[in-house]
C-alpha cells in the first residue's frame, strides 16, 4: 500500500511555513503594484497568471510531497535475541576453549558462540550490547545477518588504560531500554537473551541484579568463557587493536603494588547468579562444549513463529514539480526577451 504524505525539504516545518509566507508576499506585493499600475504596465494577466503557478508550484516542491510505501518482511521469526558480550580486559587472556582443545583468547570464543546462536535463530532480528568501562548497544536490532557479521569481525576488547575493571551488570540499563523499544514496537515478540562473559568481578562496587529484564525476556543463557585455572592477562593497547595481536614476547598485567602476574579466571558462581537473575541457563564452553548444545534448549516455537514485519519507504517525490517550474521559468525567460525586442 501508499499514500501522500509532506517532509518539508528544509528539515523543518517552522522554516518552510515561513519560506512560503515570503514567496506570497512577493508575489502578493508585485501583483499588487502591477494593478494599481496596470494601465502603465506591459504586463498582462497571463503574466501574472504564469508568475502565481510558479509561486504555488514553489510553495509545493518546498512541502516535498512524499510518497509513502509500505511493505512488509515475509518469513521472520518473531524473535528478537540480544547479546551482551563482555569486553573488558580479562576477556583477552587466551585460556578459553571452544569445542577443542585449543586454547583461544575468551573473546574470541565468544564471537564463536554468536556465531552458532545465530544460525539457531534463522530469520530472528539480532541485537548486540557490548560492555566494558561503559556499556552501548554496538549493533542495533537487524535481521541483516551481514550485519551481525560484520559487528563481529570488529568486536575486540577494550584498550588496558581505557578499562577501568569490571561491573558484570554494567548492561543492565542498556539492555532495559533496547528490550523496551523492541517490546514496545513489537509487543508480541519474543526475546531472547544471551550474556557471554568470564564472570570475573573486579570494580569494587556492589552490582545490580538483571531481574528487572525478566518482564521482556522470554528465554536465555549465560554463556561462561575461560577456564577456573585462569590465565595471565595481557596488556592491550590501541595499537594492539589496530594492527592485531600476537608479538613474540607480550607484556602481562602485574598486580596492583606487586611484580606477580596477574591472574584473571573464569566464575562461574558469579555468571549462575546472573542466569538465576533473569530466569536463564548456564552453560561453560570448554573443550566438548559449544552454543551449539543449546540446541534442545531452544525451543522450537520461537523459530516457527513468523510475522509480517511492517516497513515504511518514504519517497520524495519533487522531479515532477521541478520540471513544471523549469517550464514556467523558460516561458517567464521567453516572454521577457520577446518584450525587450518588440519595444528595441
Not at 510553495?59 to 558480550?85: E, H, R, Y
Not at 531481574?211 to 575461560?226: C, E, H, N, T
Not at 559449544?290 to 513463529?305: K, W
Request: hydrophobic share 45%; proline share 5%.
Amino acid at each position: 500500500m501508499s499514500g501522500l504524505a509532506f517532509t518539508p525539504l528544509l528539515h523543518s516545518w517552522l522554516l518552510t511555513i515561513l519560506l512560503d509566507a515570503l514567496i506570497l508576499v512577493c508575489c502578493g506585493a508585485g501583483f499588487w503594484m502591477f494593478w494599481r499600475h496596470r494601465n502603465s504596465s506591459d504586463a498582462t494577466h497571463l503574466d501574472w497568471l504564469r508568475r502565481w503557478l510558479i509561486a504555488i508550484f514553489a510553495i509545493l516542491l518546498t512541502l516535498g510531497p512524499t510518497i509513502v510505501a509500505s511493505s512488509s518482511s515475509n518469513a521472520i521469526s518473531d524473535t528478537d535475541v540480544f547479546f551482551a558480550v563482555d569486553v573488558t580486559g580479562s576477556m583477552a587472556v587466551d585460556d578459553a576453549h571452544y569445542g577443542s582443545d585449543t586454547a583461544i583468547p575468551r573473546i574470541d570464543a565468544a564471537k564463536d558462540a554468536v556465531e552458532n546462536l545465530v544460525s539457531m535463530y534463522p530469520g530472528a532480528a539480532f541485537a548486540g550490547v557490548t560492555f566494558g568501562a561503559s556499556a552501548s548497544l554496538a549493533l542495533p536490532p537487524t535481521t541483516d545477518v551481514g550485519a551481525v557479521q560484520n559487528w563481529l569481525k570488529v568486536l575486540a576488547v577494550e584498550p588496558t588504560d581505557a578499562s577501568n575493571g569490571t561491573q558484570l551488570s554494567e548492561p543492565v540499563d542498556t539492555l532495559l531500554l533496547a528490550m523496551q523499544s523492541v517490546h514496545k514496537q513489537y509487543p508480541r515478540n519474543i526475546i531472547v537473551l544471551y550474556y557471554i562473559s568470564d564472570g570475573e568481578q573486579t570494580r569494587d562496587v556492589e552490582a545490580s541484579s538483571f531481574s528487572p529484564l525478566r518482564q521482556f525476556v522470554d528465554a536465555g543463557a549465560v554463556l561462561g568463557v575461560g577456564s577456573v585455572q585462569g590465565g595471565k592477562v595481557p596488556f592491550i593497547s590501541p595499537q594492539d587493536l589496530t594492527n592485531g595481536q600476537g608479538e613474540a614476547s607480550p607484556r602481562y598485567l602485574d598486580e596492583p603494588g606487586t611484580s606477580t602476574p596477574a591472574i584473571s579466571k573464569l566464575d562461574p558462581e558469579n555468571l549462575k547468579e546472573i542466569a538465576d537473575q533473569f530466569s536463564g541457563t548456564y552453560l561453560q564452553m570448554d573443550q566438548t562444549t559449544t552454543a551449539a548444545s543449546l540446541s534442545a534448549y531452544v525451543s522450537h516455537s520461537y523459530l516457527v513463529q513468523e510475522t509480517d514485519r511492517k516497513h515504511s519507504m518514504r519517497n520524495i517525490q519533487v522531479w515532477p514539480l521541478a520540471i513544471v517550474i523549469a517550464a514556467l521559468l523558460l516561458w517567464e525567460c521567453g516572454s521577457d526577451i520577446f518584450k525587450q525586442r518588440k519595444y528595441q
